[in-house]
C-alpha cells in the first residue's frame, strides 16, 4: 500500500511541477487545428463514399454508398 501512496504522490508532484501546460491561447489553436484536420477527413471520406455511390447507380442499383459496397462485397 505503500507504494500505491508514493506513486500518487509523485504522480501528483509531476503534474502540478514538472508539466508544461498550454496556455488558453495555445489551447484554442490546437484546438482549431484539431476541428479543421476532422471536418476535412470527414468530406474526403464523404466524398469517397458518393463516388462509390455512384459506381452503384451505373450499375443499376439505388445509391447506397460505402456501406452498400461493403454489404455488397461480403454478402454475394
Do not use: C, R
Request: charged share 10%; hydrophobic share 55%; glycine share 6%.
Amino acid at each position: 500500500m505503500a507504494s500505491f501512496k508514493t506513486y500518487i504522490a509523485e504522480s501528483y508532484n509531476e503534474l502540478v511541477h514538472k508539466v508544461s501546460w498550454p496556455t488558453w491561447k495555445e489551447l484554442q489553436s490546437s484546438a482549431i487545428v484539431v476541428l479543421v484536420s476532422a471536418l476535412l477527413i470527414s468530406l474526403i471520406v464523404f466524398v469517397m463514399d458518393y463516388i462509390f455511390g455512384v459506381q452503384n447507380m451505373a450499375n443499376g442499383s439505388f445509391w447506397k454508398g460505402m456501406l452498400g459496397f461493403i454489404y455488397k462485397l461480403i454478402g454475394s
